[in-house]
C-alpha cells in the first residue's frame, strides 16, 4: 500500500472503531510517513497561533494527539502542561514515548469526554477535523472542557468546513455567544510532498461561556 492510499484507506473507515484499529496498525510508522513522504507541516504552522495566543503556563488538551508531533513541538517551545487525548490506543502509545504530556486519554472526539467542565486552559486540535474523522459536533464537548475566556485552536481543511457542516456549526455558537472567532489563518498546504491539492486553515477561537 502506497502512503498515499493509506491516507485514503484511513480516511474511508466506516466507523470510529475501524478507525482507531487502522491508526492502531498505522501507528509506529506514522511519523515517518508523515514527514518523509508528505512533509507533514500542520503542527508546526499551528504552534505559530498557540504561542501567539496562550502562555506557557496555561494546561493545554491535545485533543486528537495521535503520535504526540503537536505536544513535542509544544513541548519544546516550554509548553509543559499537556495531556493527550486520542481515540487509538497504539497512536497514544508512540505518544507517550515523547515525553511531552502529563496525561494520555483514550476517548473519542463526538462523544462525551470524560474531563469535568472547565478542565482546560485551552484545546488544540491539529489533523481532526478532516474527512471521515471528528464531525462538527464535537465542538459542545470541547468547549464544555474549556474555561471561560480559554482558547480552541484548530486546523480544518476548507472543503470540510463548507460540505460536513462546520460552517453552520461554529456560526451557530458564535451567534449564541458561547465562542467568538479571534482569527483564521489563510489557506496552507498540510502535506505539500504527498497530498499538495490538500489545504488546512487555522482557526482560533475564544471560548466566552
Do not use: C
Not at 5 to 27: F, G, I, K, M
Not at 34 to 62: C, H, M, N, W
Not at 122 to 134: N, R
Not at 148 to 162: K, N
Request: glycine share 8%.
Amino acid at each position: 500500500m502506497t502512503e498515499s492510499n493509506r491516507v485514503q484507506w484511513v480516511y474511508s473507515s466506516r466507523n470510529n472503531r475501524e478507525l482507531a484499529e487502522r491508526y492502531d496498525q498505522w501507528a509506529k510508522d506514522y511519523e515517518t510517513n508523515l514527514k518523509k513522504d508528505f512533509q507533514y507541516r500542520g503542527p508546526q504552522v499551528t504552534a505559530g497561533y498557540i504561542e501567539k495566543y496562550i502562555s506557557k503556563e496555561a494546561k493545554i488538551l491535545d485533543a486528537g494527539a495521535g503520535t504526540g508531533l503537536m505536544g513535542e513541538i509544544l513541548n519544546g517551545m516550554g509548553y509543559k502542561d499537556l495531556t493527550a487525548m486520542d481515540l487509538s490506543q497504539g497512536m497514544l502509545d508512540e505518544a507517550g514515548k515523547k515525553g511531552a504530556y502529563r496525561e494520555l486519554h483514550q476517548m473519542v472526539m463526538g462523544e462525551t469526554l470524560d474531563f469535568a467542565a472547565d478542565s482546560f486552559d485551552a484545546v488544540v486540535s491539529v489533523g481532526v477535523l478532516t474527512v471521515g474523522h471528528a464531525p462538527a459536533s464535537s465542538f459542545d464537548e470541547l468547549i464544555r472542557i474549556t474555561r471561560p475566556e480559554g482558547y480552541i485552536i484548530f486546523t480544518l481543511r476548507p472543503d470540510v468546513y463548507h460540505k460536513s457542516g462546520f460552517k453552520e456549526k461554529q456560526a451557530a455558537l458564535e451567534s449564541m455567544g458561547i465562542w467568538k472567532l479571534v482569527e483564521v489563518s489563510e489557506k496552507f498546504q498540510t502535506l505539500p510532498k504527498g497530498e499538495p491539492e490538500v489545504f488546512h486553515q487555522v482557526w482560533v477561537y475564544r471560548v466566552t461561556s
